[in-house]
C-alpha cells in the first residue's frame, strides 16, 4: 500500500478561492478539509468543495471525444475529431466569411487558467466577431461602468469587507452564494467581524435572505426599482450637503451635471414604486455620509435587471459621494499578482465598435450579449450563425429564453462542445471534446486575485495526473488552433505565459514568479486591500468620470418604464427572481449524489398570503407561466418572500431527455430559463434582465 499523502489547492468551483486540504492513498481521497494555513481562507470550506471527488470519479464524465451518428454518439479519436473539426468551420467560414462560426463561453473559463491564458490565441485564429459569453447573463453592467467612469472595463471596486464599519448590500446573497466580484472565503464570519467591531451590515432584496437573517437590518425592495432606489440616496446626500469627496476632492470630473440629474429623484418620490419608506431611504443615506467607512455592494440582483447598468454605475457613484472610493473600510481596488488591467491610457475600448446584426445590440469586450445568440443563429441572411463552438457553457439551461436556444442549436449545420458532461447543451453538438478538471487541473486564479479583498497568490499543481489520452481544456484549444491555421506548436504553456506575467507584474522586482508559488503551496499572503486608484486608473486625464453621458441619457429609459403600472399586469401578476442553493453551483454540479440528495431543493417559493390566495397549498405543484412559456414544480409556501414576488432557483433542468448525466437526470428540477425572455435585457449594456419576469401562477 503507497503512503497517505496531503495535497494543497484552491478549489476552483466558485469565486471564493478556499484553500483545501486533500488527503489521498493510492489513488483513493481520504478526506478533503478547509486548509487552515491558507493564509486567505484560514480553513473555510463549502460543501461543494467535497464533491470534488465525485467530479473526478464520476463515470458519466466523458474521457473520450465523442461523435454524433445516426447510430447514435460514437467515440473517436483526438486525431479525427480535430481535423473533422477544422474542416467543417473552414468550409463554414470560406462559404460565408468568418463570423458565420459563433463562440459561447461558460463560467467555469473564469475558474481555469489555462483556459484564460490560451483563448485569446484560439480566437485568433477562428478569427469570428460572433464571440457570446455568460458574463452578459452576469457582470457586464460592472464592467461597463468600470469601462466609462475608470477607463478599464477590468478595474473594478471590490468592498473592502474587512475594515468596513457600514456594508448596504443591493441584491447580492453572499451567505449562500460564497460573494461574487467580491472573493472573500469565509464571508460569513467577515460579515460578523463588521458586526462585532461596532459596524452595521444592511441588505435590501425582495427575499430575506440567508445573508438579510445575519444583517443588522432588512429593507424589502420590489424587484428591478434599485436603480430608482439608489438615486433616491444620491438625491439624499445632495439634498441634505452630505456629499462629501474627501480625498478625490480634486480628482472628479461631472459633479455638476450629476446633482442635476439626480433632482428629481427624491425618497419621497420614488417609494411607492420601489416599495419602501422614504424615510427609511434617507435614513440610509445618512447613516452611509456618517458612517466612519461605509461601502455600497451591489450583485446579481442589481446587475441582472432592466437597469442593471444604472445600477453599478450608482453603486459607484454611492461610494464616491460618501468619501468611501478607493479608501480603507469603503470600496477598494485590489493589486494582482497577475494584473489584467493593461495600460491602456487613451485607448478606446471596444464598447459600441460594433452592433449585433439582428438586434443592434451593443459589443463590449469584444462581445455580444448571450441573450441575442439564438436570434443570430435563426435569423437568415448574411453573417448569420452558421455553426458553433461551446466551451465549458451550458447555456440551454443557463441563458434567457433557453428554450429558443435548444431550437437554434439544433438548426445549426455544426456545433462543437468542450465540455466534461455530455449535458443539455452538448447534446446538440456533433463533436464533443471532452476536458480535464477540477483536480486534475493545475490553477491558478487570473480573475478572482483581482477581484479579492485581500491581495494574496497562489498556484496549485494537479493533484491526479490525467491519463495519456485525457487533454487539459488548454490544450485542446490549442490543438483546434493549431488545425485551422495549418501552423506548428511554438511549445508555449500556460504555465510559461503566468510565469512571464508574474515576473513582469507589480510584484516582479520583490521575486515574484511561478517557482516561488510553486515553493508556497498554501499561498502567499501580500497585505490588504491599499489605495491605488491614482495608479491604476485608466482615463486619460486621471479623472473619475462620475456622469458618464450614457447614464444620464439612460435615466430617460427609467422614467418611461413606469413602474406602478406594471404592477397591475393583470395577465402576469407576478414577478419573479432567482435564488442559489448552498448546495449547487450554477447548471454543472447536480451529478454529485452528495450534493442533491434529500428533498428536491427546486421549488417555486412565494409568501403564504399570496399562495393561498391563488387556492394553492404548501407543497403542492403549481404552474408558473410566462409570456415564452411553462413550468411546472412544487410551490414552497416562505415568508421571506415579498408580496407579489416569487424565487426559483437557477440552474436546474436537467429532466431533459437524452443527457448522460444519470444523477442530475433523474433530479426533479426544472430549468427557470425555458420561461425567462432573451427579449427583457438591460437596453444600456444588453446584459440579461433574468429578474422582474413578469409570471403567473396557477394550480397545475
Ligand atoms: N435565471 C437565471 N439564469 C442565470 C443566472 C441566474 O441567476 N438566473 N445566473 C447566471 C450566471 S451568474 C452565470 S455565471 C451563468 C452560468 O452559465 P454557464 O457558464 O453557461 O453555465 P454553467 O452551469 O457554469 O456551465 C458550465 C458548463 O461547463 C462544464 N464544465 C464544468 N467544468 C468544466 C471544465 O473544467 N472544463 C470544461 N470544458 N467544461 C466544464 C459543465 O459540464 C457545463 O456544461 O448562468 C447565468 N444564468
Ligand atoms: N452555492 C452557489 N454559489 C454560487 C453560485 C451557485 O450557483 N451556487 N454561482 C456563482 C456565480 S456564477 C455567481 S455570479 C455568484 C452570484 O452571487 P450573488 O450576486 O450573491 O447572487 P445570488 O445568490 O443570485 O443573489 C442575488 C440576490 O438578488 C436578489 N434579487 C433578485 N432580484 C432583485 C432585484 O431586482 N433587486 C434586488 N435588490 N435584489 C434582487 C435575490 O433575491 C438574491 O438574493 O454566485 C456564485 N456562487
Ligand atoms: S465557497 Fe466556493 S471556493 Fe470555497 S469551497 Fe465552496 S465552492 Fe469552493
Ligand atoms: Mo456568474
Known sequence: MSEAKTHYRTCNICEAMCGLEIKHQGGEILSIKGDNNDPFSRGHICPKAVALQDFYRDKDRLKTPLKRTADGWQEISW????????????????????????????????????????????????????????????????????????????????PDIDHTDFMLIIGANPIVSNGSLMTAPGVGKRLKAIQQRGGKVVVVDPRRTETAKKADRHLFIRPETDALFMLALVHTLFDEQRVNLGHLESRIHGLDSLAEAVKPYSPETVADACGMEATAIRELAREMATAKSAVCYSRMGASTQSFGGLCQWLNNVLNILTGNFDRRGGAMFPQPVFDLVRDKKGKPSSYGRYESRVRKLPYFNNEFPVATLADEILTPGEGQIRAMITVAGNPVLSAPGGMRLEEAFDALEFMVSVDIYLNETTRHADIILPATTGLEVPHFDVFFNSFAVRNTAKFSEPMFEKSPDQKHDWEILRDLALHLTGREDDGVTPEMMLDAGLKHGAYGAQGMSLDKLKDNPHGLDLGPLQPCLEQRIQTEDGLIRIAPQLYLDDLKRLDESGFSSREQDCDYPFSMISRRLPRSHNTWTQNSHRLVKGKNPCTVQMNTADAQKLGLTDGQNALVVSSTGKIQLPVEFNDDMFEGVISIPQGWGHNRANTAMTVAESQPGVSMNDITDSQRIDALTGNAAFNGTRVAVRVA
Open 79 to 158: 486525431n479525427e475529431a480535430f481535423a473533422e473539426i477544422a474542416t467543417r468551420f473552414r468550409d463554414v467560414q470560406q462559404a460565408h466569411g468568418k463570423d458565420a462560426v459563433g463562440v459561447y463561453l461558460g463560467n467555469p473559463n473564469a475558474h481555469n487558467f489555462g483556459n484564460a491564458i490560451m483563448l485569446p490565441r484560439f480566437f485568433k485564429a477562428l478569427g469570428t466577431n460572433n464571440r457570446y459569453s455568460s458574463a452578459s447573463a452576469d457582470q457586464l453592467p460592472h464592467h461597463v461602468a468600470s469601462n466609462y467612469m475608470l477607463g478599464a472595463g477590468m478595474l473594478i471596486p471590490i
